[in-house]
């Protein structure tokens, strides 16, 4: 977590970028983000130049003699504020877009961007506040990160919202990634699936000695499994899409500071005909596709003629919420897992796209489960009523489990702080002793309970828990109304000497 004073830190650098012009919650994020890049590339420099100390190679890694001047701990001591303006615009900018494609996929990304920062008054407060920041510390500079990204607030004109943390973290350990698996998110925004992926991998495999139990039942001690998988994480494990440059930088630079220096990142809209001739291998499930997709992919918006047939097929859709769910079980592998997030018009919706997607959820593959989440989750993003899909691909649906999240850990204000007051840790647990057998959930008037295929087949495919919730009524007993009538004479009774007792004190 980051502690209090690199919050203050954040939000000073933020309010200083707003009190002097520049409000637009993206370019202030990717200005930042190139200057942090910038800082990271020399702290990656002054590291190969103490290797080389050792080892005797050459210390001149990412930077050559001639291009010394263009490391930050060098034009960030320029006193004089319009000469460093002009040099990093001109000098610094332009060579990071070509150095940052050498080192790190972040630099993919840094094509035709630009310095938009116009006073200089603004860049050397900028500079001197970025050089405080904690970007040495691996174990903090991905929160740092993350705690900046929650400021980008507005949501997209193609119906992107950022995913609060929280729910990220339930929709992972609901999926349980291990490190061996390949992981993707579609419209990834700026990679909050797959860092919480990273972390919950980091977590939950990463140990100083790991106990194996082989087929002869004696214990063998092996290697950190995180380790063991490392080249597969670090190369081959992460996939994500999208089709905003933006956000792709600022995904990039997310798993870069979370550990992941080399994800698969895209351009790319994954709804199109261009996206399986260009990645077959991951567009197609019978091609190799992926073991698990984590999404909160674009809803509410109607596409244009670019859609892929093979999802046209389908679902005879324009709406992206119902094509992105076909998308997502074309791009799982047999038995690949997915939790995404739909609006709730999808669980219900009585159009024959919606009862088609519905059908072939449950027919055809395995629908898991049905978390609906309440109204206020994306409160400071959208008013929209949302649900958690979870789903495995291929087989037949058997039972569904249904949850209605009352309290998503989110403060009433909206500041969108998290609080201890949710039933997010409580799904977790009632879902996995429903799988485990422990629980048989078939008490309706629950919180959490399960439905037969059979039962949702019979209501037209509807996913709402309301549908099938019931509510256990009490009888109120109530007295006679000769006997209330009685009560009533006698109160009145009572203020009548009241009243006379009053009456008497005042002669």
Known sequence: MVDNQVKSDIDRLWLDFATRGVSNSLIIIEQISFLMFARLLDMEESQ??????????????????????????????????????????DEVFPHLRILG??????????????????????????????????????????DLYEYLLSKLTTAGIHGQFRTPHHIIKLMVELVEPKPSETI????????????????????????????????????????????????????????GFDFDATMLRLAAMNLMLH???????????????????????????????????????????????????????????????????????????????????????????????????????????????????????????????????????????????????QADGLSEQEKCQENADNDLSDVLIQYRRWRNGESDCTDRTATAFKVSATDIRAQNFELTINRYRETRHQEVKCEEPKVILAHMRTLEAEIQRDMADLEALLR
Not at 322 to 333: H, S
């Open 184 to 239: 993707g998110d579609p419209a990834c925004g700026t990679a909050g699936f797959l860092v919480a992926v990273m972390e919950y991998l980091r977590k939950t495999y990463s140990a100083p000695a790991f106990v194996e139990i082989p087929e002869g039942g004696s214990k063998i001690c092996s290697s950190d499994p995180l380790q063991l998988h490392q080249a597969h994480v670090q190369h081959s494990t992460f996939h």
């Open 101 to 142: 494609s050498r080192k790190f996929t972040f630099g993919d990304y840094m094509k035709n961007v630009s310095l938009q920062i116009s006073k200089a008054s603004l860049l050397v407060s900028v500079v001197e506040q970025i050089e405080k920041l904690p970007l040495g510390n691996r174990d903090t500079q991905g």
């Open 48 to 89: 190969h130049e103490r290797n080389a100390v050792r080892t005797g190679e050459s210390p001149h890694h990412l930077f050559r003699i001639d291009q010394q001047p263009l490391r930050w701990k060098n034009w960030s001591r320029i006193t004089d504020g319009e000469a460093m303006l002009k040099f990093v615009r």
């Open 259 to 405: 550990g992941v220096e080399n994800p698969d990142l895209h351009y790319m809209d994954t709804l199109s005909k261009a996206f399986p001739e260009k990645f077959p291998a991951i567009a197609d499930g019978d091609k190799g596709g992926l073991d698990i997709i984590l999404s909160n992919p674009p809803f509410k918006c109607t596409l244009a003629e670019d859609v892929h047939p093979s999802l046209l097929k389908i679902v005879q859709t324009r709406k992206s919420e119902l094509l992105f769910v076909v998308l997502i079980l074309r791009m799982l592998k047999s038995g690949g897992r997915s939790a995404t997030i739909v609006p709730d018009g999808v669980l219900f919706g009585s159009s024959k796209a919606h009862l088609a997607v519905r059908e072939y959820l449950l027919d055809h593959n395995q629908l898991e489960a049905v978390i609906s989440l309440p109204s206020g989750a994306f409160r400071f993003f959208a008013g929209l009523s949302t649900a958690i899909l979870l789903f495995t691909k291929g087989g037949r649906t058997q039972d569904v489990f249904f949850y209605n999240v």
